[in-house]
């Protein structure tokens, strides 16, 4: 159990090593699509395509953005 909540705080970190919004996001709405993805598929529940692409572009928005972060570096340490 402590693996697995180890692992989940992990993922809601930057490159810095700091909790991000970002990832908080990103995980949330990939939860979203996932669920209703399963929802689509294995339950018979309509989901508008338009709320699915959007679900997917967002994420795919935030690992872009991750992509081109850089990762800071303090001035003050090279002193």
Same mark, same amino acid.
């Given at each position: 159990m402590r693996d697995m909540k180890n692992f989940i705080l992990q &993922? +809601?970190?930057d490159k810095n090593g700091s909790y991000s919004l970002r990832e908080l996001v990103i995980g949330t709405l990939l939860l979203? &699509?996932?669920i209703s993805w399963i929802g !689509? !598929?294995?339950l018979g529940k309509d989901i508008p395509?338009?709320?699915?692409?959007t679900?997917?572009?967002l994420i795919g928005t935030g690992?872009?953005?991750y992509s +081109?972060?850089?990762?800071?570096t303090d001035? %003050?340490? %090279?002193?």
């Open positions: &993922l +809601l970190k979203a &699509l996932i !689509q !598929q294995f395509e338009a709320m699915f692409f679900f997917a572009s690992t872009f953005g +081109l972060e850089r990762k800071s001035s %003050n340490k %090279n002193i």
